[in-house]
């Protein structure tokens, strides 16, 4: 039995052992193989963005069912669920002038959820609010997202304040994570409903920036002409790679603590 785990062993030490450089390139490749690997087993890669949206739903549940049944918010950013209100709220607006679909539901369902965490942690769950710890500024981000989507927005025949909000709400996804990921870092600690919750971003993320890049390989890179003109469409694929790689991080440590058997994760320093 011991030799059959020895393989596995000796590859998660090596990896552990490695540059940040090389550890990056092989969660470059990892990624590209897991790519490879849904564009054959997934033959609607619209299902992939619909996927995404349930698998955030499904970490906002996470945390509801920490906050009913923990009776604590500690440990969660009020900030980063601000953010993600706002980008939802945003992104609804857009789905209700733009285009009214499954998304729409989706998102409407997600704000209510966030809407609810939000008031749990201001008011019902205060006294448990790590806010010393919560200390990531909110126009750190939520300025240059405004600034990016008023010089760098879709560039098609709806209107232009219908055109800024949809990239603003694009951009500020990208980062809404980072207040979560301050709290965490400043901790060190992170119990299990919170990791389970930003893994569920991770994996959410990872799902949405798969069916972007498969569909412009799919249609040879037509879907970039139709997102629109100039920097527009390079941005959407930056922020959904950017998303991505920002838990990527998280995500590897969640997952090697899940299978060592860990409740708790642990966090080394300058992970998030």
């Given at each position: 039995m011991r030799g059959s785990k020895t393989p596995i062993h000796a590859v998660a030490t090596w990896v552990r052992r490695q540059p940040p450089k090389v550890k990056a390139f092989l969660a470059v490749i990892s990624g590209?193989?897991?790519?490879?690997?849904?564009?054959?087993?997934?033959?609607?890669?619209?299902?992939?963005?619909?996927?995404?949206?349930?698998?955030?739903?499904?970490?906002?549940?996470?945390?509801?069912?920490?906050?009913?049944?923990?009776?604590t918010c500690a440990g969660l950013s009020l900030k980063s669920q601000e953010l993600t209100a706002m980008f939802l709220a945003v992104r609804l607006y857009c789905s209700f002038v733009m285009e009214y679909d499954i998304h729409t539901l989706l998102d409407s369902a997600t704000l209510v959820a966030t809407l609810w965490v939000i008031y749990m942690i201001r008011f019902k769950l205060r006294p448990s609010y790590m806010e010393d710890k919560d200390n990531f500024p909110i126009y750190y981000v939520a300025a240059p997202c405004a600034v990016f989507a008023v010089f760098v927005h879709p560039s098609t025949s709806h209107h232009m304040v219908n055109r800024i909000c949809w990239a603003f709400c694009v951009y500020l996804e990208a980062v809404s994570v980072l207040p979560q990921l301050r709290v965490m870092q400043n901790?060190?600690?992170?119990?299990?409903?919170?990791?389970?919750?930003?893994?569920?971003?991770?994996?959410?993320?990872?799902?949405?920036?798969?069916?972007?890049?498969?569909?412009?390989?799919?249609?040879?890179?037509?879907?970039?002409?139709?997102?629109?003109?100039?920097?527009?469409?390079?941005?959407?694929?930056?922020?959904?790679?950017?998303?991505?790689?920002?838990?990527?991080?998280?995500?590897?440590?969640?997952?090697?603590?899940?299978?060592?058997?860990?409740?708790?994760?642990?966090?080394?320093?300058?992970?998030?």
């Amino acid at each position: 039995m011991r030799g059959s785990k020895t393989p596995i062993h000796a590859v998660a030490t090596w990896v552990r052992r490695q540059p940040p450089k090389v550890k990056a390139f092989l969660a470059v490749i990892s990624g590209m193989a897991a790519l490879v690997f849904l564009r054959f087993i997934v033959h609607d890669h619209d299902n992939l963005f619909v996927a995404a949206e349930a698998v955030h739903s499904l970490g906002i549940c996470v945390l509801i069912y920490k906050l009913m049944k923990e009776k604590t918010c500690a440990g969660l950013s009020l900030k980063s669920q601000e953010l993600t209100a706002m980008f939802l709220a945003v992104r609804l607006y857009c789905s209700f002038v733009m285009e009214y679909d499954i998304h729409t539901l989706l998102d409407s369902a997600t704000l209510v959820a966030t809407l609810w965490v939000i008031y749990m942690i201001r008011f019902k769950l205060r006294p448990s609010y790590m806010e010393d710890k919560d200390n990531f500024p909110i126009y750190y981000v939520a300025a240059p997202c405004a600034v990016f989507a008023v010089f760098v927005h879709p560039s098609t025949s709806h209107h232009m304040v219908n055109r800024i909000c949809w990239a603003f709400c694009v951009y500020l996804e990208a980062v809404s994570v980072l207040p979560q990921l301050r709290v965490m870092q400043n901790t060190k600690i992170v119990e299990p409903f919170t990791a389970h919750y930003v893994f569920a971003l991770g994996v959410a993320r990872f799902l949405s920036c798969a069916h972007w890049v498969l569909q412009v390989l799919d249609t040879h890179g037509r879907l970039l002409t139709a997102l629109g003109y100039g920097l527009w469409p390079s941005m959407v694929l930056l922020s959904e790679i950017v998303q991505t790689f920002i838990l990527a991080d998280f995500c590897y440590y969640y997952v090697k603590s899940v299978v060592g058997g860990q409740l708790v994760l642990r966090l080394p320093s300058g992970v998030v």
